[in-house]
């Protein structure tokens, strides 16, 4: 599975779970790179600057729900692996987020749910060179412990969210 096909299975799924949340009564906007434009995405996206990295890791997705606004970003299955893999630059940028009381939930495989600083590692991945061969980023990323992390289904999440 090539890129293109691998942002289109993407791309469906966050369609899916989106759509799930407005039939729940909340209102959902794209975020992330969508303020960027295109020509100045491709100026940060190898940057490790604290600035860069804030923006390129910007979670995808703004929820408001009655309680206030969240952050969320989707980690769409994938049908060569099982594994949940999140790029660890990514949940760094999260944490931080969270550390300023704004709040950043997950949506994964099988439309389940947690806040970032729930996610429990199984193994990570600091040298992931090698696996831009086989179609990754080539950047650190962790496999989630899919047992130790305390998943939600999507509506039980949501109702906290009222």
Same mark, same amino acid.
């Given at each position: 599975?090539?890129?293109?096909?691998?942002?289109?299975?993407?791309?469906?799924?966050?369609?899916?779970?989106?759509?799930?949340?407005?039939?729940?009564? &909340?209102?959902?906007?794209?975020?992330?790179?969508?303020?960027?434009?295109?020509?100045?995405?491709?100026?940060?996206?190898?940057?490790?600057?604290?600035?860069?990295?804030?923006?390129?890791?910007?979670?995808?997705?703004?929820?408001?729900?009655?309680?206030?606004?969240?952050?969320?970003?989707?980690?769409?299955?994938?049908?060569?692996?099982?594994?949940?893999?999140?790029?660890?630059?990514?949940?760094?940028?999260?944490?931080?987020?969270?550390?300023?009381?704004?709040?950043?939930?997950?949506?994964?495989?099988?439309?389940?749910?947690?806040?970032?600083?729930?996610?429990?590692?199984?193994?990570?991945?600091?040298?992931?060179?090698?696996?831009?061969?086989?179609?990754?980023?080539?950047?650190?990323?962790?496999?989630?412990?899919?047992?130790?992390?305390? &998943?939600?289904?999507?509506?039980?999440?949501?109702?906290?969210?009222?």
């Amino acid at each position: 599975m090539n890129f293109d096909d691998r942002m289109n299975q993407h791309d469906q799924f966050a369609e899916t779970v989106v759509s799930l949340i407005q039939a729940e009564g &909340f209102q959902v906007h794209p975020f992330d790179n969508f303020i960027i434009p295109q020509v100045h995405q491709m100026l940060i996206k190898y940057r490790s600057d604290p600035v860069s990295k804030f923006l390129r890791f910007f979670p995808d997705y703004l929820l408001i729900a009655n309680k206030g606004g969240y952050l969320f970003d989707i980690k769409s299955p994938s049908k060569k692996y099982d594994n949940i893999a999140i790029e660890l630059d990514a949940i760094e940028n999260y944490l931080i987020m969270k550390s300023f009381n704004i709040p950043v939930f997950l949506i994964v495989k099988d439309l389940k749910c947690c806040y970032v600083d729930e996610i429990a590692f199984k193994h990570k991945f600091y040298d992931a060179t090698q696996f831009k061969k086989t179609g990754g980023a080539g950047t650190p990323f962790g496999l989630v412990d899919e047992i130790e992390t305390p &998943f939600r289904d999507l509506s039980v999440f949501l109702n906290t969210l009222e």
